[in-house]
């Protein structure tokens, strides 16, 4: 309200201003007396500074017209102008309007009006790194993989957009089952962008699959330096490439370079099953036994686990079942409720036939937590006592339908191992076995039956037969069949 009573007055006073001005000059005598041509021309105050006026805008006006001819003359002979900018601003207005009609269209998943857009916008902005961009997504949403992979390729030319056409031929390359030249491609990739995560994962995942654990430690370390990775999850993942590594070191036939880098695995994780397992062999081939008690013990207190209990056996494998139950006593001491101690224990009593303390040792893990494995030790303890060969087959066909305990089973897609694995055979996920109670399905029990030789001295290479349907016909259908089957099954525990 304020400023609108203000541009009242001074509008206000602007004409009393000027008709002031008007009246002063048809007051004053005088004039201007101009001669053309022979011709005297006489104008007075008034008309004077009115034909003065009229004379500086008719200027201006000359001027801008010319202004405006110059600027054609330049237009059509192609220099910039103000005309070439207007044009240049119209196009640019059409060419982000297409570009920004083509993201939506490709967000919506309309890949062929996407891709249309695309090239009326390169129409009207020629800017191919914007362009290319959704045109090699909107190929690849509407299925024209040629088109696509010929748009990766021209956005390999600029320095700009290399990264985005090396990652969408990776992609291509890893749909296609083309691991050598994904993995070449992903090199490539990570090369340009070290920082970017997902580059990081596909090259980590591809070096696993093709064993490249050297350049997949490498990969690891520039994760943790860049922040991708927790540095405790960088220890257990480095451990486990440098277990998978000492693995084929060692299938190489170089046992010393093995036996380091398998102590430097458990080194980096005392808690992985597979590294303590070989860093202790390493100590026992390397006489030095004490060193190989000290990390089991260390890996049996983080996760008790039959192959540290095997690994525990191998360090006196010709000492005596009786004195073999009192060293095992320093494996045992630190978790004597967990199932796995309280199964071993049986084991090792069975062995040193004591079979009332298998009995003790073994408790109610039967009813409590029944698996395979310790129903079949309730039938080896009730045959070592002496029970009816009627009670002995009742506890092996319950132990035919018993849950087969703890298995290595991959987080990712739940597939069953029999062996632990860096990387999972069904869905090529990188660490994430865990040894763990399946939720679903059966599974063979990996560990528990090529322990039990090491245990009871005997040979290494004695062939377990595991419990299985025929079995359990045989022993139904005869009493004779019967007894030959817990004999062998009998076997194959010592």
């Known amino acids: 309200m304020l400023w609108s009573l203000i541009k009242v007055i001074l509008f206000i006073g602007i004409i009393g201003a000027l008709t002031l001005g008007a009246e002063y000059l048809l007051q004053t005598d005088g004039g201007v007396m101009i001669t053309i041509g022979g011709v005297e021309y006489t104008f007075g105050v008034l008309e004077a500074t009115i ?152 090259l980590l995942k591809l070096q696993a699959e093709t064993a490249d654990w050297s350049g997949a430690r490498k990969t690891l370390n520039a994760k943790l330096r860049h922040g991708s990775l927790p540095r405790d999850v960088h220890k257990r993942r480095d451990a486990v490439l440098a277990l ?66 095997a690994a525990f056996a191998e360090i006196e494998p010709d000492e005596e079942p009786a004195k073999r139950v009192k060293r095992f006593a320093a494996l045992t001491k630190t978790k004597p409720d967990h199932p796995e101690t309280r199964m071993l224990l049986a084991e090792l009593n069975i062995a040193a036939e004591d079979f009332p303390a298998a009995r003790k040792a073994l408790g109610d893990l039967v009813e409590t937590d029944p698996t395979a494995r310790s129903i079949s030790i309730m039938a080896v303890i009730e045959r070592g006592e002496g029970a009816d060969d009627s009670v002995v087959r009742g506890w092996l066909t319950k132990a035919l339908s018993a849950p087969r305990g703890p298995q290595w089973i991959c987080d990712n897609c739940h597939n069953i191992h029999s062996n632990w694995s860096p990387v999972c055979s069904n869905c090529s996920s990188f660490d994430t076995l865990t040894w763990r109670e399946p939720t679903t399905g059966e599974a063979t029990v990996p560990a528990s039956a090529t322990m039990l030789p090491l245990i009871v001295d005997e040979p290494k290479d004695a062939e377990i037969e595991v419990i299985s349907p025929e079995v359990e016909d045989a022993i139904l259908a005869d009493q004779d069949a019967g007894e030959t089957v817990d004999a062998e099954k009998s076997d194959a525990t010592k």
């Not at 045109?135 to 088109?147: F, I």
């Not at 036939?253 to 597979?274: H, K, M, V, W, Y």
């Open 51 to 202: 034909a003065l006026i009229v004379l500086v805008v008719a200027v201006w006006v000359f001027l801008k017209l010319l202004g405006l001819l110059i600027a054609t003359l330049k237009f059509i002979n192609g220099d910039e102008t103000a005309i070439s900018r207007y044009f240049d601003r119209n196009r640019e207005r059409k060419g982000f309007q297409a570009l920004s009609d083509g993201m939506m269209a490709l967000a919506s998943g309309e890949g062929r009006t996407a891709m249309a857009k695309a090239a009326k916008a390169e129409k009207y902005l020629r800017r191919p790194e914007l362009t290319n961009l959704i045109t090699a997504q909107a190929a690849e949403v509407s299925g024209d993989r040629k088109k696509a992979e010929e748009v990766y390729k021209r956005l390999l030319k600029d320095e700009r957009t290399r990264f985005v056409g090396v990652r969408g031929i990776m992609k291509q390359k890893l749909a296609d089952g083309e691991t050598d030249t994904a993995l070449k491609l992903a090199e490539k990739a990570f090369a340009l962008k070290p920082k970017h995560v997902e580059t990081q994962d596909t």
């Open 244 to 309: 998978s590594e000492a693995s084929d070191i060692l299938a190489e036939g170089q046992t010393i370079e093995a036996r380091e880098t398998a102590i430097e695995a458990n080194r980096l994780s005392p808690d992985l099953i597979p590294a303590a397992v070989m860093a202790s062999r390493a100590y026992i081939e390397q006489g030095k036994p004490r060193y190989a008690t000290r990390l089991l013990k260390k890996a049996w207190d983080a996760r008790p686990h039959p192959d540290l209990a």
